[in-house]
Structures are given as structure tokens and as C-alpha cells.
């Protein structure tokens, strides 16, 4: 049984950083498309960024380059994103999702991120 389980959000300042975790497992982790996605109250949720477990090729949205920072470690099974000068418009729940071969992906339960004064 696959199951995505992050960590790591909570309450900080504008300007802070965090990092979330999101243990993986039940899954061949070195070989999944791992992404993580965030949606804020009345939003749809969005893309932030994908490590594609090929060549360390990664992708981000415009609103978070220069600021987040996704990684792996394929021997804890753990996927970070480290998020640097947080805005109040960072804040969001905060989803990982696993594209594992050809199945349907497989989403965490989410980690609530606030960023406020």
C-alpha cells in the first residue's frame, strides 16, 4: 500500500523559511515522478514543483523560483522542499503527489503552511 506522508508546516513570519518532508512508501521511490502542490482557501490547487527522478531535472512556477527548492533522498524515501522568503501569499495547504510507473498518483494528506505577521 502506497502512502505519502508530509511534515513540517506550520506558522511564520513573512521573510521565514520551512522545509516540508513527505515520506514515501510502498513504492519504488527512486524511480517516481514526485511533485508538491499547494491550494489556499477558495483556490484551485496548483503546481509547485516537480522532481522527475531523471538526471535531477526539476521544474518550478514562476511564483516560487529563486525561493523553493525541491530535493530527494532515494534512501530515506523522502522528498523536501525548502521554502525561503516566505509571503503571505505562500500560504496554502501544502499536498505531495507521486506518479509511481503507470498508476493512478498517489497524494499525501497535506501540511497546512501560514505565513502571517
Known amino acids: 500500500q502506497v502512502r505519502l506522508v508530509e511534515s513540517g508546516g506550520g506558522l511564520v513570519q513573512p521573510g521565514g523559511s520551512l522545509r516540508l518532508s513527505c515520506a514515501a512508501s510502498g513504492l519504488t521511490f527512486s524511480m517516481t515522478r514526485m511533485s508538491w502542490y499547494r491550494q489556499a482557501p477558495g483556490k484551485e490547487r496548483e503546481l509547485v514543483a516537480v522532481d522527475t527522478s531523471v538526471g535531477g531535472i526539476t521544474n518550478y512556477a514562476d511564483s516560487v523560483k529563486g525561493r523553493f527548492t525541491i530535493s530527494r533522498d532515494n534512501a530515506r524515501n523522502t522528498m523536501y522542499l525548502q521554502m525561503n522568503s516566505l509571503k503571505p501569499e505562500d500560504t496554502a495547504v501544502y499536498y505531495c503527489?507521486?506518479?509511481?510507473?503507470?498508476?493512478?498518483?498517489?497524494w499525501g494528506q497535506g501540511t497546512q503552511v501560514t505565513v502571517s505577521s
Open positions: 503527489k507521486a506518479n509511481w510507473a503507470y498508476r493512478p498518483p498517489y
